[in-house]
């Protein structure tokens, strides 16, 4: 009798495969599959458009923005971005991403680059400060309302307190990859999440995001909360509000940990 060989190996790690298995399916193709309408994966090496996966909102790198670096992904050498925190970003122009919607999700993957917190700075934002009729999401130093400091805010307009959502105090890491979401659904909640736990959440009235005239930009908005000093990778937004579940296998994809579905099932 032939003996038969056992192979244990943990799904972070393939061991002796030189290649994932054949059921490993791209984090590109997971997050396309769920129809963002806006994916931006910041793999260019060189030039000046930051390319729209799904061809809505490509835009200009502003600055020196440092192409080409490691990204976040395991088993994808695409690249990341690197901002500077000072003159850096992605200038969207018009681009209305998430005007009008009633639910919607912003995820994204980030290294924070300063060795602390200790100013604002935006992730994503179609805010036309002074006006304030729009939404942006940013690391901030000092959420206005809750005073928790060194965390992830997203409002979906400025001054509306009941539209803002404020994460939990130190929620920003320097210097490791951190995966977060945030996602809204109108008359249900308000949700952020950082490594796929939900951080804080808070129930929504029926809203929409505001229509607005302003620009959209990536690592910078007018006014108070300015540049981010951050590396960004695998930005997407979406007009649906992801579950927990569809959250928690897209982190788990991008650390490289294989979910098989249940038989007779379908992946998230």
Do not use: C
Not at 24 to 30: E, L, N, P, T, V
Not at 72 to 95: C, M, P, Q, R, Y
């Amino acid at each position: 009798m032939t003996p038969i060989r056992h192979v244990d190996f943990e799904p972070a790690d393939w061991g002796e495969f030189a290649d994932p298995p054949a059921a490993w399916s791209g984090y590109a193709d997971r997050v396309l599959a769920h129809n963002p309408i806006a994916y931006w994966r910041f793999g260019e090496a060189s030039g000046s458009v930051a390319v729209d996966q799904v061809g809505n909102a490509s835009g200009t790198y502003v600055g020196a923005v440092a192409l080409g670096q490691p990204g976040v992904l395991e088993h994808d050498d695409n690249g990341s971005a690197g901002f500077n925190g000072s003159d850096t970003s992605v200038d969207l122009g018009s681009a209305p991403l998430l005007d009008g919607q009633s639910a919607g999700t912003v995820m994204f993957w980030m290294k924070y680059t300063a060795p602390s917190v200790t100013a604002d700075g935006a992730v994503l934002a179609r805010w036309p400060d002074p006006a304030l009729s729009g939404w942006m999401l940013w690391v901030d130093d000092r959420a206005y309302y809750s005073n928790r400091r060194r965390t992830m805010s997203f409002a979906m307009d400025i001054l509306e307190e009941p539209l803002r959502l404020e994460g939990s105090t130190d929620l920003i890491t320097p210097g490791s990859w951190d995966f977060y979401a945030v996602t809204f659904e109108s008359g249900v909640a308000m949700r952020l999440y950082k490594n796929a736990a939900l951080d804080r959440q808070r129930s929504l009235a029926s809203v929409s995001m505001p229509v607005t005239t302003a620009a959209s930009r990536i690592g910078f908005t007018d006014g108070t909360v300015g540049h981010l000093p951050a590396g960004l990778d695998e930005l997407a937004v979406f007009d649906t509000a992801l579950t927990a579940e569809q959250i928690a296998a897209l982190y788990d994809l991008g650390r490289g940990v294989l979910n098989l579905p249940a038989a007779g099932g379908r992946e998230p």
